[in-house]
């Protein structure tokens, strides 16, 4: 783990939420000269702390507002099975996340739609013909109560 001092970590958190500020806006914030935090900026890149720059879109106003979490157990453990499914759930436009799980199944997708119609096609075009699956599981958020991109820092 890298270390941080104040000033990083303060870098770090008003880049998150608003990652379009400008090095002047930021350096006045941070308090220091715009070289200074635009060398902190360059080091914190270049050390893979600051991955990317992205826009957050609103899922809601692109006509895709529902968020199912689906829980996929395999037919087994071994390397291969594992590697044919992580390579092919990649590939699956509406799955924003993949995550290898401890407990009762294997993954967790997050997975977008425009509503259960539409879940039941990428369901049909896409998860059931995921290599490797035996089971599969799948929760509807209702309402997303909380929901950040930003890593406390």
Do not use: W
């Not at 890298?2 to 379009?20: S, V």
């Not at 890149?45 to 879109?57: F, H, K, S, T």
């Not at 075009?125 to 929760?139: E, F, I, N, W």
């Amino acid at each position: 783990m890298l270390e941080f001092d104040a000033t990083d970590q303060r870098i770090l958190t008003l880049l998150q939420r608003k990652g379009r500020m400008t090095n002047a806006e930021l350096s006045e914030s941070v308090h220091l000269s715009p070289s200074a935090c635009h060398r902190r900026v360059q080091r914190l890149e270049a050390e893979g702390v600051i991955r990317d720059y992205v826009a957050l879109l609103d899922a809601r106003k692109l006509g895709r507002p529902t968020t199912v979490f689906v829980e996929i157990t395999l037919s087994g453990q071994a390397d291969e099975v594992l590697e044919a499914f992580e390579q092919q759930v990649k590939r699956v436009p509406d799955v924003l996340e993949c995550h290898l799980m401890a407990g009762t199944a294997d993954y967790l997708l997050k997975v977008v739609a425009q509503d259960t119609e539409d879940f039941a096609r990428i369901h049909r075009q896409y998860l059931a013909r995921l290599p490797g699956v035996a089971q599969m599981h799948s929760s509807f958020a209702l309402r997303t109560v909380f929901k950040t991109t930003a890593i406390p820092v």
